[in-house]
Every structure is written in C-alpha cells, then in structure tokens.
C-alpha cells in the first residue's frame, strides 16, 4: 500500500497551516489538521456547476464567476456547459492553491486554466464582486467550506446577509446564485430569502455512491422560472402576533 505524501505547503491569511497530500493518484487538502478537500470527493463540485449554470444553456455569451478554485472541479464542468464565446472569472484568495492547480490537479480535470475562456483573478473575491455590478449571469460561490469559514475568518463575510446583497448586486436580470457548503445551514437560508430570492436546496452525495457523507448546494434567483427542478424549497419561518396585538384585535371585535 502506497503511503500518504506530504508534498506542500502554505499559510492561510489567519496564519494557519494548509498542507497538500497526494496518495497514489489522488490528493487531499488540510488546514490545521482538518479535512478540506479531497480530489475523490467532488461530486457536489461538479453539481454546483451543473445547478447553477442549468439556466445558460443556449447563451451565446454568458458571463460567470466562480468564487474558490479548489482543484478545478466546478471549473472544468461549467467550461464544459457553456458556450465558446462564455467569460469565465475565477476568484481564489490563495496563490499557492492556483500554483497546485497548474502543478498537479490538472492531470485530473485537463487543465481547465488553459482555457482561454478563464479569467483568473487572485486576492478578496468579496472585493471582486464588489466591482462587479450587474455583471454576471450566474456566481458560483464555493469558498472556505461553505458558510462556517474554517481558511480565513474574512471569508464570513460573504455569507452573511450583507455579503448576499453584495453578489444580489453583481447579478445581471434572471442571473442565478448558487452556494456550495460542506453542512446545512437554515440561518444562511433564511438570508437568501430575505434579500428577495427564491431558493432551492439540493442536498448531494461528496462522491458517487456515497450514503453517509452529504454536501449541500443552494441555488437563488429573483426568477423562480429558472431554478433547477428538484431539491427542497426552504421557507421563512411564519411571524407570530404579539400579544398586545391581539388584546387589540380582541378590543375592536
């Protein structure tokens, strides 16, 4: 049995250790000792592009960002749905993580950074779609694992309620929003609905066939039209009357 290499590493902006294995022919991320990713594991990847860009097929010329590069999984299928003439932005905060992409995750998903289609910008993707208004048909956000940030406390920031108007903003008419995360997560649900979309949750399989280990991705869009089908349909919880409405109800009968 081939034994796990330690092959790099690098520091994350809150100064924690990030560190890239490979065994065999796969390879697997950690910070600070804790799983972060793992090229087996990227079915819920794949389906992040699939459900959020579901609604561009037949565009000419979409324009998407994807927020966190990881090992290109996201990348690779949203290149493989969309159009030639398509603009794909790509944010990573992590310089190293785009130089293992090009050094070894490449092999697994044909150099998806090669595509002349692929704009790679590196630093804060919050600062990125800030500039960005009403520039993208769809955002595509995977970054950090999801809401509960472990790389980089900053990156909470971007899934708060202040964060999901920012990426509101950066979204052109009938554009589409769909967010990747290692766990579910009703309080960010019930951010997306307040700021004005309509919302689904799809709850996925980290690799085929798997049973026991779930992610989540959630699409959102002003236009229910376009929502993939299928998933669940969160809802805000019901406002309940205050008492002293209802004595004043009762007065006025």
């Not at 950074?113 to 956000?141: C, M, N």
């Not at 869009?221 to 019901?238: A, C, F, H, Q």
Request: aromatic share 6%.
């Amino acid at each position: 049995m081939k034994p796990r290499v330690r092959i790099a590493t690098t520091r994350t902006p809150d100064g924690g250790e990030m560190v890239l294995y490979r065994h065999d022919r796969d390879f697997s991320i950690m910070i600070n000792g804790q799983d972060l990713m793992h090229s087996r594991q990227h079915e819920s990847e794949l389906a992040l592009a699939r459900l959020g860009c579901a609604h561009l097929a037949g565009h000419k010329a979409p324009s998407i960002l994807i927020g966190g590069l990881g090992m290109g999984y996201t990348l690779r299928q949203a290149l493989d749905m969309l159009s030639p003439q398509a603009q794909v932005v790509v944010g990573e905060l992590l310089g190293a993580v785009v130089e293992w992409n090009r050094e070894f995750f490449g092999e697994l998903n044909g150099q998806p950074l090669g595509d002349k289609r692929v704009d790679l910008k590196t630093g804060d993707i919050v600062e990125l779609i800030l500039r960005s208004k009403d520039r993208f048909d769809a955002i595509l956000l995977d970054v950090d694992n999801g809401p509960s940030a472990m790389t980089d406390s900053s990156n909470r920031r971007l899934y708060n309620r202040e964060g999901i108007r920012v990426c509101h903003r950066a979204l052109r008419e009938h554009g589409c929003l769909a967010v990747w995360s290692a766990e579910p997560s009703k309080k960010f649900e019930q951010f997306l609905m307040s700021c004005g979309f309509h919302v689904r949750r799809f709850r996925l399989p980290a690799y085929k066939g798997s049973k026991s280990q779930s992610r989540f991705v959630w699409v959102a869009s002003e236009d229910k039209t376009i929502l993939p089908p299928g998933g669940g349909e969160p809802r805000l919880p019901l406002k309940k009357e205050s008492k002293g409405r209802h004595r004043r109800f009762r007065k006025r009968r």
